[in-house]
């Protein structure tokens, strides 16, 4: 299996652009999860989903975040209006339900930088 | 709620010396624990997990912990570490596996 892809690995934009990160994934998994790390906050959990839909949302930090799973191999974050203090990099993982290993795997991560 | 607290910012050791990465917990009910390994530039590796049962979990690349739930703790520990080693290494909790929780890491600088 190839892991968890996530697109793009880099992206650069301006203070009020629309952004969306991209993530695919491991076929068969049940849960996606969408991370956040900075250098301030460390790593934090923003919204998962279980069989597309979302679970819990309570990690989002404003309305400008939005997340979408339209179907079991694709899953979009977007940002809109970006903002400089959204620089961070994003990590998307998915694990499998009922084998009780609890392991989620990552995806390389997206570095979003808004200048 | 749960929260964890990764005691050591950086850890600096020489190559093939024995290493320990500390890991105190808060939680109210049982939990699952965990530790991952980022290297630079790159996504989150899981190293072992703590379910039930034995206290002592073995992981990948040599590394073991121990968890004890009367000092709630989760230490990392290794008996020879290698240059590539060298990672930032991260400690969490979950109470159904879902909602990890993370340290702040610890960065781990092997040294020749």
């Known amino acids: 299996d190839a892991g968890v892809i996530q697109s793009p690995r880099h992206e650069v934009t301006e203070m009020g652009q629309e952004v969306t990160l991209r993530c695919k994934p491991i076929?068969?998994?049940?849960?996606l999860f969408w991370y956040r790390q900075t250098m301030m906050r460390g790593l934090e959990l923003l919204i998962y989903?279980?069989?597309?839909?979302?679970?819990?949302d309570s990690g989002m930090p404003e309305d400008r975040f939005s997340a979408k799973m339209p179907n079991a191999s694709f899953s979009t974050l977007k940002i809109q209006p970006s903002e400089p203090r959204d620089s961070a990099v994003y990590f998307c993982?998915?694990?499998?339900?009922?084998?009780?290993?609890?392991?989620?795997?990552f995806g390389p991560g997206t570095r979003l930088t808004v200048t | 709620a749960q929260s964890v607290t990764q005691l050591d910012s950086q850890v600096p050791v020489f190559e093939e010396a024995p290493v320990e990465l500390r890991c105190n917990y808060s939680?109210?009910?049982?939990?699952?624990l965990f530790w991952y390994v980022q290297y630079p530039n790159q996504g989150l590796q899981l190293l072992l997990k703590?379910?039930?049962?034995?206290?002592l979990v073995k992981g990948i690349n040599g590394f073991e912990a121990e968890f004890n739930k009367s000092q709630t703790s989760f230490h990392l520990r290794k008996p020879s570490v290698h240059i590539s080693d060298t990672a930032e290494y991260f400690c969490?909790?979950?109470?159904?596996?879902?909602?990890?929780?993370f340290g702040a890491g610890t960065i781990l600088r092997v040294k020749s």
């Open positions: 993982a998915s694990r499998e339900a009922g084998q009780g290993d609890h392991e989620q795997y």
């Open positions: 076929s068969g998994h049940d849960y």
């Open positions: 989903f279980n069989n597309n839909v979302p679970i819990d």
């Open positions: 939680s109210s009910v049982s939990v699952y």
């Open positions: 703590y379910l039930s049962g034995s206290t």
């Open positions: 969490a909790v979950s109470q159904y596996g879902n909602k990890l929780v």
